[in-house]
């Protein structure tokens, strides 16, 4: 996590499917950073505005392979 800036996509991740629903949904500024990012899909998140909480125990997550 970068901090929670919100200011660039560098740390944009995919979510698997069982658990987007368990995330608060991605404010516009991250849907608008988002447009910044390579290989945008649905379960598309910028990582830095994930709260991790309990519920969120188990989560795994994937990067774009141009992120490697």
Excluded at 41 to 53: F, M, V
Aim: glycine content about 6%; overall charge negative; proline content about 3%.
């Amino acid at each position: 996590m970068w901090g929670g800036g919100c200011s660039c996509a560098t740390c944009h991740v995919y979510i698997q499917d069982e658990w987007v629903d368990k995330l608060d949904a991605p404010t516009e500024m991250e849907e608008d950073m988002l447009d910044f990012a390579i290989d945008v899909k649905e379960n598309s998140r910028l990582s830095c505005q994930i709260k991790i909480d309990k519920t969120l125990d188990g989560i795994t997550i994937q990067t774009p392979e141009k992120q490697f």
